[in-house]
Each structure stands twice: as C-alpha cells, then as structure tokens.
C-alpha cells in the first residue's frame, strides 16, 4: 500500500496557507521529502534435493525378482531446478529530495511507498509487491511394507525367508492384477469405479514390497533467495556455489560449483552534458521535482554448464539524474506523473490546463 500525502494549499492575494497532515516519515512541514530508488535485486533458486534409501532385501533382488538396478549404498544428491529474478526498488540515501510548497504553485497529492520512494504527482498509485515465492514441497509418505505382509512373511526365521516369501507374494499380486484387468477374477466386479478402486489397492500393496528389494527415494524441493543492490557493473561475480552432494554452500566452499552474475551496461543512456548554459539552466529548475533517467542494465545467472535466467533491466543507480521544472506544477497546470518504482524512471506523464 503506498503511502499519499495530501496538502492543501489555499492561496490568495496576500499569502499561501498551508494545512499539513499529521507527521508520517518521508513528510516534513517544508514539503514532501522522498527517494529516488537504487535498484535492487532478488535472486530466487529453487533446488530439488533427492535422499536414497537401500530396500532391506535389496542384495536378493535379483536372485528372486531379477532386478539388476536396486541401488546398496544410501546417498543424497542435489540439484537447481530453476533460478529467477526480478527487481525492485530500495531508498538511495544519496537522493533525497523534498517538493517544497510554492505561493505560486498548487500543493501536490504525493504517493509514496512504505519506505519513501517517490510513486506519483497528482494521481494515486499502488505500491507493487515482490512476487511470492514459489511453494516448497516435500516428498509424499511411502506406504509401509509390513502393513501387507502375510503371517508367513512376518513370522520368517531369516532375511532370505522373507525375501522368498515377499517377492512370491508381488508374484500373486501382479497375477490378481492381471486376472482383474481381462475380466477372468472371480470377484471381478461390474462397476468400472470399484474395479479401479481394487486395482489401485493392487498397485500399493505392489510398490510397498517392492521397495524392500529397490529402495525408496524422498524428493523434496528447497528455495533459497539472494538479495543485492549493484553500484558497478562486474564479470562472474560469484554470486554463490552448489553442490551436487550438499546443496548451496559458501561462496569460498569449493565443494561446490560457481554460479555467476554478470551485469553488463547497455549504454543507452547518453552522459550528461556539463557545460555553462546547461548548469546555468539546472539552476533556475531547483525547486523541481528529481527523477531518474535508469540506464538499462544487462544481467545474466549462469553456470559453467548452464545458463539459468538473463534479462535487460533498467537500473536507477545507473544513469542519470533529472528534474522536471516546477512550472509543469503551477496554478494553472495540472500535471500527473507516475513513476516506476523500481528504478525511478517516468512512467507516465499528462498534462491539464485550467483556464
């Protein structure tokens, strides 16, 4: 929610009265104090994270169910999903700047965001939200063996027992499975919903006894954010590392492999001209209103496998500094500005006269 400051200004010939709500921050009683915004940015990883656990029975696999890929040794292995970013504005304390209350100029109707940032002249505008994260979700519970075994199984004097006895009764499941699908069970029923309902219950009891032989792998996913505010451009900034074992570790870990940023000026906004008549102009437009002419910014999250995210964003740190002339907001004018939050620039610009 963005924060309006509105005051009214009553003018007549003699002099300006001024009504002031009560104190909020980023309003002072001279005028309404705001920020221009660096540019920040948010990084949001999302990574997947596999665990193995070896079946109990996992070394009679192949002896009773001819299973030649049921894993013996536990193991953890990561990896990144996906990455994205998106920007978003925060006070540059070098840019602090009050529109001041003229005689000859109509008090503005200011939105500002929570934290000062200059939103709109003469119009309201919500404040925007970074966008949520993405949902981190978690591996479903596996179905327990012993919740189908028969007495036999569970009364088995030793591990080969047992695994002779479970994989002859995946045997008996498939072969009820099969009967049920070609119509030739005896209690095959009629209805097309309870014969799913059975074979669904087939298909459980089936996974629950064959993860003792293969194993069973939770898959879970984790987001992690980074959050940064550039002053330069950089090649490969390690902006931090993963690894395929333990996840995202520490920049200076080289367990794990680099991910860079790389920000890279696009040069599209031209250098200011410093001359006499410009400064000389600069200076009879003080008392105006300062924005930012962002320079567009290329940014790029790779890998040395892989690039992830990359993009052309403009960046209020980068660029220029302008200011548009208090006589755009005088009493015979009306002028609506809106501004973008995350980097400063004008987004929109209308003009009304009145007579």
């Known amino acids: 929610m963005s924060l309006c400051c509105g005051l009214a200004v009553l003018l007549s010939s003699a002099t300006a009265q001024t009504t002031v709500s009560p104190y909020t921050p980023g309003v002072t009683v001279e005028g309404v104090t705001y920020y221009l915004p660096q540019t920040a940015i948010r990084v949001v990883v999302t990574a997947e994270k596999q665990t193995f ?13 001819r299973l030649a890929d049921a894993g ?32 000859r100029t109509v008090a503005p109707l200011v939105s500002l965001t929570k934290d000062g940032i200059l939103l709109s002249i003469n119009t309201e505008t919500e404040e925007k939200s970074l966008m949520p994260l993405p949902e981190v979700t978690s591996s479903k519970p596996h179905p ?18 047992v ?11 498939r072969e009820s ?20 309902i059975m074979l669904n219950q087939l298909n459980l009891q089936e996974k629950a006894l064959t993860q003792l032989f293969l194993g069973k792998t939770d898959t879970c996913t984790e987001v992690f954010t980074i959050e940064l505010t550039p002053t330069e451009c950089t090649d490969k900034t390690i902006l931090f590392r993963f690894s395929e074992k333990l996840g995202r570790v520490d920049k200076d870990d080289l367990a794990g492999e680099p991910v860079y940023l790389t920000l890279k000026d696009m040069n599209t906004v031209p250098e200011p001209v410093m001359d006499e008549k410009t400064e000389k102009k600069k200076s009879k437009m003080e ?30 740190q980068f660029g220029n500094v302008e200011i548009l002339s208090n006589v755009l907001f005088d ?12 980097n400063g620039g004008i987004q929109q610009l209308t003009d009304e006269f009145t007579e």
């Open 163 to 173: 695994a002779e006895l479970v994989a002859e009764e995946i045997y008996d499941i």
């Open 53 to 65: 656990t070896p079946g109990e029975l996992n070394k009679y696999a192949y002896k009773y169910m």
């Open 287 to 316: 008392q105006g209103v300062y924005y930012n002419v962002p320079e567009r910014i290329g940014i790029t999250v790779f890998s040395p496998s892989r690039t992830y995210c990359k993009g052309e964003y403009p960046m209020g």
């Open 331 to 342: 009493k015979k004018t009306t002028t609506k500005v809106t501004f973008h939050q995350d």
């Open 144 to 161: 327990n063996p012993k919740d189908f075994m028969n007495q036999d199984i569970l009364v088995a004097a030793s591990k080969a027992k």
């Open 177 to 196: 499975r099969s009967a049920l699908i070609k119509g030739e069970a005896d209690n095959t029923p009629k209805d097309g919903a309870q014969l799913q």
């Open 72 to 103: 013996n040794e536990p193991f953890t292995q990561w990896h990144i999903k996906d990455i994205n970013m998106e920007t978003y504005g925060v006070p540059d304390p070098q840019k602090a700047y009050s529109i001041r209350l003229e005689k």
